[in-house]
Structures are given as structure tokens and as C-alpha cells.
């Protein structure tokens, strides 16, 4: 079994619940207090980053390790306030294309409740593409 991804260890990665080649994912997450601001209420880029991270997860679930999901767009709407503790953020492709698609997702408590809707467009990058750019621009 491979070594989490840094940037999975630092959102909280408990585990990958599921992924599912018709385009959907399911991430465990732990809600930590050193993620909430007043009222014990965790931050919004964390429950932004859980859902976003769900739909590369379904992304590439539907389109293969061989694309980078590349987000254009991204709104979240919140319902009702993140605590620390076990979150589940889900995702699924709303609508395919070849080079862009989008899609939507909620973060959950443990008991069923969603706290967050997203939705997002994504662009299928190739990775080889990514890859070769990022050396690029850092010079590696």
C-alpha cells in the first residue's frame, strides 16, 4: 500500500471509503480543533477542501490516473456548522465531456446530515502535460 499524498495527510485523510468508476467518491475525514475558528466551528476552505478533493477523487475514478482534475470553478454553499469529528465528503459527475466536466458533492456528519453542497467545473488535464509544465515552472 502506497504512502498517503502530504497534502491527503494535511486535510485529514482518514481513508478513501470509496471510488467508483461511473464517477463517484467517498473520503472519510477527521474534523480537527486546530481547524475551527470561534464557536468550535471548523474553518470553510477545510469543508471547501474535502468536497473539492472528493470530486478529483471521482474524477479520476471515472477518467484514469492518466488526467489531472483541474478545477475552474468551484461554489460551495454551507448549511449547517462542521464540528470536529468524522466528516464524509461524497462526489459524483453530473455531466461528462471530454476535456471538461462537472461535478457535484456534500460533505456529511456521521449521522447522515449535510452541512455543505458543492458544485464544480473541472478540466481533464493530461498529466503528462501537468507534469512537464510544473517542471517548467520550478525549474526541475
Known sequence: ???????STTLGLVRVVSLDPEGKAS????AKPEQCHSGGVVQG??????IDAAMA???IAKNGP???PMTLELKVSFFAPT???IVIA???VERHGKHTSFYEGHL????GRVLAKATSTILLADVSRVMEASKKATGG
Open 83 to 85: 464540528r470536529p469529528g
Open 108 to 111: 456529511k456528519d456521521t449521522q
Open 1 to 7: 500500500m502506497s504512502e498517503p499524498h502530504p497534502l
Open 66 to 68: 492518466g488526467i489531472v
Open 57 to 59: 477523487h471521482a474524477a
Open 27 to 30: 473520503l472519510e475525514y477527521e
Open 90 to 92: 461524497e462526489a459524483w
Open 45 to 50: 476552505g477545510f469543508i471547501t477542501g474535502w
